[in-house]
């Protein structure tokens, strides 16, 4: 059992036992006896002030209780408005001990407490009088108080959400059967105007980190993903996306650049990334693991490691091992990445498309792979078939942790994790679907960035047929409600969590779990499951997902987000390519955007930096920086005159032309 498990399982056991015979004590801090440690000298005056800085310490120096005796100790600090976390630690000196245990005897814990001056906490060792006789405000304000500790961290945005907004719900629950009290509302909507429909809204977004929005959704009291009886639009009645398409044949003037072999088994509308050769897919995996993964945390909502790169390795029986790295290059000549969505983290179906050396041999050395994770994995069976006329083999487990099928087509070999998507790139293997090799910006892209550039280590693009499939109906509907069905796993997980973590766990059917539009419910090795939309270790991709009808609701909601959408893209799609070269000591990327957004921040960016040129020691770069921005501003950008002139009119002695020196090269530079 590991560390994690057997810390969950203690303190499962700690918050259960003696449920029949519950005693409460709710303690104010002046009727405390204090053995070690004294309160600040004015704990109602807590100087953390309002800057950015402190709103953080104020958030994660709250006081916090432990009693090693007691099942469940919170602190709670009342205050005029519930929602005030400011209010409330500014108004400590009100503030109680809240215990839930078996004894109304004296109780024993710690106390965290934070200094008057914010600077850190203090340690304080107490003693609570025994129980007092009136049982039932004693346990009111321990429910009270669980309420708002689960509030207060659920607001926080941090792992774990999942489990504190079911905390929430159960003393939410427990508040409803013991005092009268109003409706306990989410946070988050006391700001929303419309909150029902900006909680939606929110599983809309594009790019909004799936697995944080599932955690910290308002779940109804009645779960669900969505009821199957309001399903009254047909989804192919919905309009999509409708800024028209850029027309690249004038950039290409005829010219036929140089294609990736790959190219042409891949759907026009999926992303690709291509790599010229088997050591620059390791190249670019090995750097993205020490350098991009952790500045890619730092741009989240929340940090946390999800193991995606293993997961999907394992999932797909691809290890980059020794032997994988010692074989490939003898085998492969070229590797590219696709897959209908980039949501990898909550699922997606992916492929990895090789072009072969050797195609038989690869293929023998693949299903070896297969043979490999069995014996590892003994849930996983093997599996074969054939897919618009292809067979392929594969090997599958029930909750899709190993899922690898591997097919041949015309020199190259597949391997993916979904049927869905295999059938899609064999259909254009045969050109029953068109090729991204055959689309206009792909093409353009592939003159600007020459495939025989020897730097070359990896190539991007998305197509406007991806970003407009993204963003249209069924992919932006699917992805709401798979972000809801996370919210309802998420919850039921936390439900069951007693079990599961004490081995008590039964696998098989959960009769007693009904989740309207979720499926069958079940437990599973991998936890709750949906047969609908998978588990939370891995859920069913879009592309997979029966999508037919939707509901009034999720129309309206996606035409909120189309519209919204449309209103920055007035005119053109915009197409999108990325060249990485990766050498020794320097990685290098050249990003390509075009046409720009019509209304977007760009054109602002544009006007800046239009007709400036930079050389390539511009901005004296320090081989010991982090990171190096150099920006070069043009002298006739309308944002430069405007700081000459302002900068003349204060200092005449400046002359005309104040700013010359800045306009000329802006070089941040962080060391």
Not at 225 to 238: C, H, Q, R
Not at 321 to 349: E, K, M, N
Not at 563 to 590: H, K, T, V
Request: net charge neutral; glycine share 6%; hydrophobic share 40%.
């Amino acid at each position: 059992m590991s560390a994690l498990r057997l810390l969950i399982s203690v303190s499962i056991l700690l918050a259960s036992s003696g449920a029949s015979a519950e005693v409460y004590h709710s303690v104010p801090l002046s009727e405390l006896k204090f053995a070690e440690g004294t309160l600040p000298a004015a704990p109602d005056a807590i100087v953390l002030g309002f800057s950015a800085r402190h709103e953080l310490t104020m958030d994660f120096m709250f006081p916090y209780v432990v009693c090693p005796d007691a099942g469940e100790a919170y602190f709670h600090a009342p205050s005029g408005n519930q929602y005030d976390l400011a209010g409330r630690i500014n108004n400590l000196a009100s503030g109680r001990i809240c215990i839930r245990t078996t004894s109304d005897a004296p109780q024993s814990g710690l106390l965290f407490f934070p200094k008057s001056d914010g600077s850190g906490m203090v340690r304080l060792t107490f003693t609570t009088p025994p129980a007092r006789k009136d049982q039932g405000l004693a346990k009111a304000e321990y429910w009270i108080a669980k309420r708002d500790h689960y509030r207060r961290l659920l607001s926080l945005n941090v792992p774990g959400s999942a489990w504190y907004r079911h905390e929430l719900r159960v003393a939410e629950a427990a508040l409803g059967a013991t005092v009268p009290t109003e409706p306990v509302e989410d946070w988050r909507r006391i700001w929303m105007p419309g909150s029902r429909d900006a909680m939606l809204d929110e599983t809309f977004s594009l790019f909004s980190g799936g697995r944080a929005v599932s955690e910290n959704l308002q779940l109804d009291r009645q779960l669900q993903v969505t009821p199957a009886t309001a399903e009254t639009v047909a989804l192919d009645s919905i309009p999509g996306i409708t800024v028209r398409a850029y027309d690249w044949r004038a950039l290409l003037s005829g010219a036929t650049p140089e294609t990736d072999a790959l190219a042409q088994f891949i759907p026009e509308d999926q992303h690709a990334l291509f790599f010229p050769s088997f050591a620059a897919m390791l190249s670019l995996m090995d750097t993205a693991d020490k350098r991009a993964t952790p500045l890619l945390y730092l741009l989240e909502s929340r940090a946390e490691d999800a193991g995606t790169r293993a997961r999907y390795e394992r999932q797909l029986c691809l290890a980059t091992d020794a032997l994988s790295r010692l074989l490939g290059p003898q085998l492969v000549a070229s590797v590219a990445f696709t897959g209908s969505d980039p949501y990898l983290r909550v699922g997606s179906d992916v492929a990895v498309l090789f072009e072969a050396k050797d195609a038989p041999a690869l293929r023998a050395a693949l299903l070896a792979r297969h043979a490999a994770s069995a014996g590892a994995y003994p849930a996983a069976k093997p599996v074969d078939g054939q897919v618009v006329g292809v067979a392929y083999k594969g090997l599958v487990s029930p909750d899709r942790a190993v899922s690898s099928y591997v097919a041949t087509v015309t020199g190259a070999v597949v391997v993916t994790n979904s049927l869905a998507q295999l059938e899609r790139i064999l259909n254009t293997a045969v050109g029953s679907t068109k090729s991204l090799a055959a689309v206009d910006e792909y093409r353009y892209f592939r003159r600007r960035y020459a495939k025989s550039d020897p730097t070359e280590t990896a190539f991007l693009v998305l197509s406007d047929a991806t970003i407009r499939r993204w963003c249209g109906p069924r992919w932006r509907i699917g992805a709401s409600r798979r972000t809801r069905a996370a919210a309802v796993l998420s919850e039921l997980t936390a439900a069951h969590l007693p079990e599961m973590a004490t081995g008590a766990a039964k696998e098989g059917p959960l009769p007693d779990e009904k989740v309207s539009g979720a499926g069958n419910l079940s437990m599973t090795s991998s936890g709750v499951s949906s047969s609908i939309y998978g588990n939370l270790a891995f859920m069913t991709p879009i592309l997979e997902l029966p999508l037919e009808k939707v509901t009034d609701e999720e129309a309206r909601a996606y035409g909120r987000f189309r519209d919204n959408y449309q209103r920055n893209w007035r005119a053109y799609f915009d197409p999108i390519a990325l060249r990485f070269s990766l050498s020794p000591g320097r990685d290098a990327f050249d990003l390509s955007v075009r046409p720009l957004i019509a209304s977007s921040q760009y054109r602002e960016f544009l006007e800046v930096v239009a007709g400036s040129t930079l050389s390539a020691g511009a901005g004296d770069p320090h081989p010991e920086s982090i990171f190096h921005f150099v920006l070069s501003v043009s002298p006739e950008a309308r944002q430069a005159r405007q700081w000459s002139n302002m900068g003349t009119a204060l200092v005449p002695e400046l002359g005309s032309d104040a700013f010359g020196w800045f306009r000329r090269l802006a070089q941040p530079l962080f060391g």
